[in-house]
């Protein structure tokens, strides 16, 4: 890409932050790391804490676009947990959109979640910007609120803000509910799964890394909200025979009626859980395949064969 204008990434030490800045500076761009409490390289520029008053202003100096990582996967633990997620992922974000004001940042790319429509889709269509905003949690309803501040009158007048809506991001480290998809996939337990049938968008972090890049050298004014997944879909019964088969080995399904699977997950009390399996939440991308029609990203299964293809520690699951 050889892009010299300075990039900053917030959350630069986290998974998706630290993956886009390796990516960037492969390229040729120039990258400033924003991160909590600073490191002793200076390669490191220190925030403070999201939750608190953040210090944004000598961080964004001299800085053409902000890629916004930094946020609360889910609510932390603890007293005023709920408060803490809110200021973090809503408030801080408000702050970080006047300070890239102040200074003249061109461009605020903000990593946002599908979950601001929903834990469900459609299996065809799925969920389009158009569509109304129904979080059901705390962590959808945190995304959303920023959204709306960042998208308002006052933001639009002299920054150019891009929000980006990914599904479950997926890469070498992963954790989460990847990580334990794909224990599932490796330790050979027989699983009452094939009969589920479902489809879901997956982001694999070089397809982000590719839509950050074009953004970035993207010179019109956009300010504007894109879904971004990759080009393919999965159900759960092909995503775990893919990442096994990225391990040649095959997952032991089996089929068994879903409804009476779905009422033992609630008996046992896992439903949330067991839906993430279940259901379908698809996302559907035209707008901003419109966008950047020369953006070409790879589809799922390939993206797995090329992360987990082996029983590398780099991939996080053993």
Request: proline share 5%.
């Amino acid at each position: 890409m050889h892009n010299q204008t300075l990039i900053a990434i917030t959350g630069a030490n986290g998974f998706i932050g630290s993956f886009l800045v390796r990516s960037l500076e492969s390229d040729g761009s120039r990258v400033r790391r924003l991160v909590r409490n600073g490191g002793v390289d200076g390669r490191c520029h220190a925030v403070g804490d999201l939750a608190a008053e953040p210090e944004w202003l000598e961080s964004l100096r001299g800085v053409d676009t902000v890629v916004h990582c930094a946020a609360f996967a889910e609510k932390p633990e603890g007293p005023l947990a709920t408060e803490r997620l809110f200021r973090v992922n809503r408030d801080a974000v408000a702050a970080l959109a006047k300070a890239c004001q102040d200074v003249g940042v061109r461009r605020l790319i903000f990593l946002s979640s599908v979950k601001v429509y929903g834990e469900v889709s459609s299996d065809q269509g799925g969920f389009s910007e158009a569509d109304t905003l129904s979080p059901d949690d705390d962590y959808g309803m945190s995304k959303a609120e920023a959204e709306q501040l960042l998208l308002a009158g006052g933001c639009a007048k002299n920054l150019d803000v891009c929000v980006l809506r990914l599904p479950l991001v997926y890469g070498p480290g992963v954790k989460g509910n990847f990580a334990r998809l794909m224990r599932l996939a490796y330790r050979g337990m027989p699983l009452p799964l094939a009969s589920v049938d479902n489809r879901r968008s997956l982001l694999g972090l070089d397809n982000l890394a590719a839509v950050v890049a074009a953004l970035v050298l993207d010179e019109r004014k956009l300010n504007d909200v894109f879904n971004v997944a990759d080009p393919t879909t999965m159900s759960t019964p092909e995503l775990l025979r893919s990442l096994g088969s990225a391990r040649h080995c095959t997952p032991r399904l089996f089929r068994f009626p879903v409804p009476l699977l779905r009422v033992a997950a609630r008996m046992v009390g896992v439903s949330a859980s067991f839906a993430k399996l279940t259901e379908s939440a698809v996302v559907n991308t035209t707008k901003l395949a419109a966008a950047l029609p020369n953006l070409r990203l790879a589809p799922t299964d390939e993206l797995i064969r090329r992360y987990f293809s082996d029983c590398s520690a780099a991939n996080g699951v053993q």
